[in-house]
Nanobody, 121 residues
């Protein structure tokens, strides 16, 4: 499994971005995928996760109602739609794959490179 996150950039507060997590290795169909983020000087924190089928999702309280995680297994890609962005959402966002949906980083076996999201006016 080789994961690659993309779609980050600079956006004004209140704006939107859609991140993509593409797998260039074997199929992601059997894996749950999670998004995490890490701001400078802070620990990596859970953002959202989705089951292999896409039927169940979980979100951190800080993004609930603003972010939407989804997946297209035909395209081997998981998305994170981020709306109503706030300056505190600024971080490097990374995606990870594992056997179960979980908010803990240790439950994920494969990690991709991050994509930077900066929310600033």
């Amino acid at each position: 499994v080789q994961l690659q996150a993309s779609g980050g950039g600079l956006v004004q507060p209140g704006g939107s971005l859609r991140l993509s997590c593409a797998n260039t290795g074997i199929s992601l169909d059997d894996y749950a995928v999670g998004w995490f983020r890490q701001a400078p000087g802070k620990e990596r924190e859970f953002v959202a996760t989705i089951t292999w089928s896409g039927s169940t999702t979980y979100y951190a309280d800080s993004v609930k109602g603003r972010f939407i995680i989804s997946r297209d297994n035909a395209k081997n890609t998981v998305y994170l739609q981020m709306n109503s962005l706030k300056p505190e959402d600024t971080a490097a966002y990374v995606c990870a794959a594992g056997p179960y949906t979980d908010s803990r980083t240790g439950q994920y076996d494969y990690w991709g490179q991050g994509t930077q999201v900066t929310v600033s006016s």
